[in-house]
């Protein structure tokens, strides 16, 4: 089982729709997540980072964690044909030494 | 210019062949990483270092090397490159005051093609 799980898709929805991507966890020691968006042929880039139980909202991006379930989601609300991209969830491995990423979910947004 | 640069962005090479791919970079982060990206696969961590003399193995790193020269420098050896280890590889840093671990910054990434 790898220690970040993610749904590989593709996602597609609508623009203007809300997309929701997902992922889980195994080490129950880890504290720190975060989303990273990369577009075809670029590099990672981070997004969003969330630390305790709840929301954390920037602009259009909701990040929502759940550590009872281990369990860790990403909200694009008006979702834009330039959010098309493939988005990396992350989390930081206990004792804080490593990240460790899921495998990405491809997002779709149809104009 | 970047913040995190990579050579050769892109390299070809036969099987048995030594490789190093460089990293360099300004932001003044004490930590540098090289995560390699296969499809399916997403990024897996091959080495990190958090200074010039913590070197640490991550999930991969059989068939790979790595020197921290300065702290702004960070290499990646194949001593004898294999085909499987053809794939897209990324540094990253991370550092700065207060900034958790997981915060990377990645470089352009290097392609490397083992035939």
């Known amino acids: 089982q790898k220690e970040v799980e993610q749904n590989s898709g593709p996602l597609s929805v609508p623009e203007g729709a809300i997309a929701s991507l997902n992922c889980t966890y195994s080490?129950?020691?880890?504290?720190?997540f975060f989303w990273y968006r990369q577009y075809s042929g670029k590099s990672p880039e981070l997004i969003m980072s969330i630390y305790s139980n709840g929301d954390q909202e920037d602009g259009r991006f909701t990040a929502q964690l759940n550590k009872a379930s281990q369990y860790v989601s990403l909200l694009i609300r008006d979702s834009q044909p330039s959010d098309s991209a493939t988005y990396l969830c992350a989390g930081v491995n206990t004792g804080g030494f490593k990240t460790i990423f899921g495998a990405g979910t491809r997002l779709f947004v149809k104009a | 210019d970047a913040d995190v640069t990579q050579t050769p962005r892109n390299r070809i090479t036969k099987t048995g062949k030594r490789i190093m791919l460089e990293c360099s970079q300004t932001?003044?982060?004490?930590?540098m990483y090289w995560y390699r990206q296969d499809p399916g696969l997403g990024l897996r961590l091959i080495y990190y270092?958090?200074?010039?003399?913590?070197?640490n193995k991550g999930e991969i790193s059989d068939g790979y090397s790595v020197s921290r020269q300065a702290q702004a420098k960070f290499s990646l050896s194949l001593e004898s490159a294999i085909p499987n280890q053809t794939a897209l590889y990324f540094c990253?840093?991370?550092?700065?005051?207060?900034?958790?671990?997981?915060?990377?910054?990645f470089g352009e990434g290097s392609r490397l093609t083992v035939l």
């Open positions: 932001k003044g982060h004490d930590r």
């Open positions: 080490d129950r020691g880890s504290q720190s």
């Open positions: 990253a840093t991370s550092g700065g005051r207060g900034a958790n671990t997981g915060e990377l910054f």
């Open positions: 270092s958090f200074d010039v003399k913590d070197i």
